[in-house]
């Protein structure tokens, strides 16, 4: 059994994200929020493959964007994130 290492504990989740490319002109990658804390998140993706260790993310329906690390991924399409304070 793991023990959970969080610093801070998750809400369950279900809404929609996307990552942004605020510097380029790319098409953002779609995602859903499977849990959500103060200090990161837990994505589901199509495929994780071509995700960067850094970018930003837009939850729909919050009008902000979360600059996020890659704690974990769990291929083929889960990962962690660490929102980073800028």
Request: hydrophobic fraction near 40%; charged fraction near 20%.
């Amino acid at each position: 059994m793991s023990v959970d290492q969080r610093q801070f504990p998750r809400s369950p989740g279900d809404n929609q994200a996307a990552i942004v490319f605020v510097k380029k002109n790319g098409q953002p990658i779609m995602c859903t929020v499977a849990d959500i804390s103060e200090g990161g998140a837990g994505l589901t993706f199509v495929n994780i493959a071509d995700i960067p260790e850094t970018f930003w993310l837009e939850v729909k329906g919050t009008n902000n964007l979360r600059k996020c690390k890659v704690a974990w991924r769990a291929a083929p399409n889960r990962m962690g994130v660490q929102f980073i304070d800028e």
